[in-house]
């Protein structure tokens, strides 16, 4: 299974993202964990790395589970993604940098660009509340997505299914 962290930083009503060329898709950036490095550690390390902005108060929002199918092999890869959010960072800002180019980009607008489904669907949940969801998203290798389960927990910690859907 391989670690990854990214995160959202929103000022504004605007939320910073990267654009990658290979699909043209928006993400939030982030990357994978080194050996013995904590998610946070992972996301924040990253999103400067990518943007030149350190986050001063990133928050853990979301934990999913991806996995990419292949129908003759099965499961072929399995992501565990640690969703961060920050309001307040320090430095300039890149334009762009190896992976592709930087934008802010309206938080209304943000769902309705070109995503991958599945994080279309965890941007639109962590927007509505400031609890921690929990998803699992499931993929072809062309990355259509096939399923998807969010849950949320409540002001107690517990969580509830929001959402299941077979696609």
């Not at 800002?93 to 489904?117: C, F, S, T």
């Amino acid at each position: 299974m391989i670690r990854v962290g990214h995160l959202f930083l929103i000022q504004d009503e605007q939320v910073f993202l990267l654009q990658k060329p290979r699909r043209n898709w928006f993400v939030a950036p982030g990357g994978k964990s080194e050996f013995g490095e904590s998610v946070l550690t992972t996301a924040v390390r990253e999103f400067y790395e990518e943007t030149n902005l350190q986050v001063l108060d990133p928050k853990l929002r979301a934990i999913s589970t991806m996995r990419v199918y292949n129908e003759e092999l099965g499961t072929q890869v399995e992501w565990m993604m640690y969703t961060f959010m920050g309001t307040r960072a320090q430095g300039v800002a890149n334009e762009r940098n190896h992976e592709g180019e930087l934008y802010w980009k309206p938080v209304q607008e943000a769902a309705k660009l070109p995503m991958a489904e599945g994080d279309r669907m965890l941007f639109k949940e962590i927007m509505k509340h400031d609890r921690l969801v929990m998803a699992t998203f499931d993929y072809t290798q062309d990355y259509q997505l096939l399923a998807a389960n969010l849950t949320i927990a409540d002001e107690n910690g517990a969580f509830t299914e929001v959402m299941k859907d077979e696609c």
